[in-house]
């Protein structure tokens, strides 16, 4: 086969049927792997994210909520304290203070005495838990 300068040669019938299949693999293959990268790491983003932010998110959103809720209950408990203690002072007690003080302080060391007594029921024993 003499090829003229300036010529094209002609193409070869085998060529011509292998070479189109190749480049239409070949671009299938090049045109899907971004679409399957970004799915691998839409996998892995999931899984991490349910397996371990998910649950550190609830764990603080708890610890926060029941930080929240311990600050309020001190501050509902001491207002309630100081206007009973008033209440006490102006109304039933008038000028003796230390009537007010005592009667409060007696409620709550008898209110003290019942939790106290009550510490253990329904829950672990500390002697069975430690063996």
């Known amino acids: 086969m003499d090829v003229q300068p300036g010529s094209t040669p002609a193409p070869d019938p085998e060529a011509a ?3 189109p299949s190749v480049e239409a693999s070949l671009s299938a293959v090049t045109a899907d792997w ?3 990268a970004a799915d691998a790491v839409d996998q ?3 899984l991490v994210h349910d397996r371990f932010i998910r649950p550190v998110m ?7 909520f029941g930080l929240l809720i ?5 501050v509902l408990g001491v207002t309630l ?5 008033r209440f006490l002072d102006v109304y039933l007690f008038p000028g ?12 709550f ?10 510490r253990n029921r329904g829950g672990i024993d500390p002697a069975a838990a430690q063996s």
């Open 17 to 19: 049927t292998t070479t």
């Open 34 to 36: 971004p679409v399957k």
């Open 44 to 46: 892995v983003v999931s």
């Open 58 to 64: 609830l764990g603080a959103r708890a610890l926060v």
């Open 70 to 74: 311990l600050a309020l209950a001190v």
């Open 81 to 85: 304290s100081v206007s009973l203690l």
């Open 96 to 107: 003796q203070v230390w009537a007010s003080y005592l009667l409060l302080g007696g409620l």
């Open 109 to 118: 060391t008898i209110v003290g005495i019942v939790l106290w007594a009550q």
